[in-house]
């Protein structure tokens, strides 16, 4: 149980176009998820807090009308990286935190496979 | 605020040596939360432990072990006969319960296993 899907695992994009990312909880109801940028050989870097039915929390130094975050639902969150520029390239990490799901841990975050952005 | 220290960046040892990784954190929360995740190549994030603020126990499952030691705010990981499938990146992050709830992460250790 706890699985955490994302789509796509990879897209390339010239600079300039709109990019959607999908996350999914597969098998349980998220009300929260989270959003992680990863750079080549660096640690992940949160970019904003998503709660189902509500705007996104933004971390400082993320510009919110750049990365659209939709959590319409409580299994699906989307994060749309707008006009797309090459500084864009990253590791895209989606994680979902499950609440009263029987046999699985409070406060865990269950990880997607994440999805490789390169915008050229 | 928050700050999870891992001094390593890179470690390569030869298959079958035994490894620790450090973890130092920074928090003035009593209740928080302790997370080790292996990252490979593919780049998926591998839970591979929680541990919570208030059991300092070791932990011990098969070649891994964990060492909890508030006094020294360090939680360090010890892989024992390593194979060349430990080689990844390990991360230690630091879940605050109250608030944000926000993990933070350290900035990751590289690990090679040289055959």
């Known amino acids: 149980g706890a699985v955490v899907s994302q789509h796509p695992s990879r897209v390339i994009c010239k600079s300039g176009t709109s990019v959607k990312i999908e996350c999914r909880s597969l098998?349980?109801?998220?009300?929260?998820m989270f959003w992680y940028r990863q750079f080549p050989k660096q640690s992940l870097m949160l970019m904003a807090t998503?709660?189902?039915?509500?705007?996104?929390?933004?971390e400082q130094g993320v510009e919110k009308d750049k990365f659209l975050i939709n959590h319409a639902s409580l299994t699906l969150s989307t994060l749309t990286v707008t006009s797309a520029h090459p500084e864009d390239s990253s590791f895209y990490i989606c994680?979902?935190?499950?609440?009263?799901?029987?046999?699985?841990?409070?406060?865990?975050?269950?990880f997607g496979p994440g999805t490789r952005l390169t915008v050229l | 605020a928050q700050k999870v220290t891992q001094a390593q960046t890179e470690i390569s040892v030869v298959e079958k040596e035994d490894v620790t990784l450090d973890c130092v954190y920074e928090t003035r929360d009593t209740t928080y939360y302790l997370f080790w995740y292996k990252q490979p190549p593919s780049g998926e994030l591998v839970f591979l432990i929680r541990r919570n603020s208030f059991d300092e126990q070791n932990e011990i499952s098969g070649r891994y072990s964990w060492n909890f030691q508030k006094s020294t705010s360090s939680f360090n990981f010890t892989i024992t006969a390593s194979q060349v499938v430990d080689s990844a990146v390990y991360f230690c992050?630091?879940?605050?319960?109250?608030?944000?709830?926000?993990?933070?992460f350290g900035t990751g250790t590289r690990l090679t296993i040289i055959p």
């Open positions: 994680s979902a935190r499950d609440w009263g799901l029987t046999g699985v841990s409070y406060n865990e975050q269950f």
């Open positions: 992050a630091l879940l605050q319960v109250f608030g944000n709830e926000k993990l933070t």
């Open positions: 998503s709660n189902e039915g509500s705007k996104a929390t933004y």
């Open positions: 098998d349980f109801q998220a009300t929260t």
